[in-house]
């Protein structure tokens, strides 16, 4: 069963930039597209970004494209997302999890995530 640990989150003020990781463990990270998905408090968790297994395909929502670019390396069974120009409404816990690649749903367990903080 794959096993993963989302990283890099923190507290920024609007307008900086983070990195997010995520490290796979026990199952074939290569095999799989990968998403990040958030929850901020109140709200349901939704799709931020996909990638597809060998990267040659991504998808974003449409509330980060042009300022969020997720990335992997499959030798290090890592997938990223680099965060720029954030937003105090990008304020929320960030997941990775792999995702299906015919509709990039998730599917699998949650892993603990990580906090991202945007001050205005």
């Known amino acids: 069963q794959v096993q993963l640990v989302e990283s890099g989150g923190g507290l920024v003020q609007a307008g900086g930039s983070l990195r997010l990781s995520c490290a796979a463990s026990?199952?074939?990270?290569?095999?799989?597209?990968m998403g990040w998905f958030r929850q901020a408090p109140g709200k349901e968790r939704e799709f931020v970004a996909g990638i597809s297994w060998n990267g040659g395909r991504t998808a974003y929502a449409d509330s980060v494209k042009g300022r969020f670019t997720i990335s992997r390396d499959n030798a290090k069974s890592t997938v990223y997302l680099q965060m720029n120009s954030l937003k105090p409404e990008d304020t929320a816990v960030y997941y990775c999890?792999?995702?299906?690649?015919?509709?990039?749903?998730?599917?699998?367990?949650w892993g603990q995530g990580t906090q991202v903080t945007v001050s205005s």
């Open positions: 026990g199952g074939t990270f290569s095999s799989y597209a």
């Open positions: 999890i792999n995702i299906r690649a015919n509709n990039w749903t998730p599917f699998g367990s």
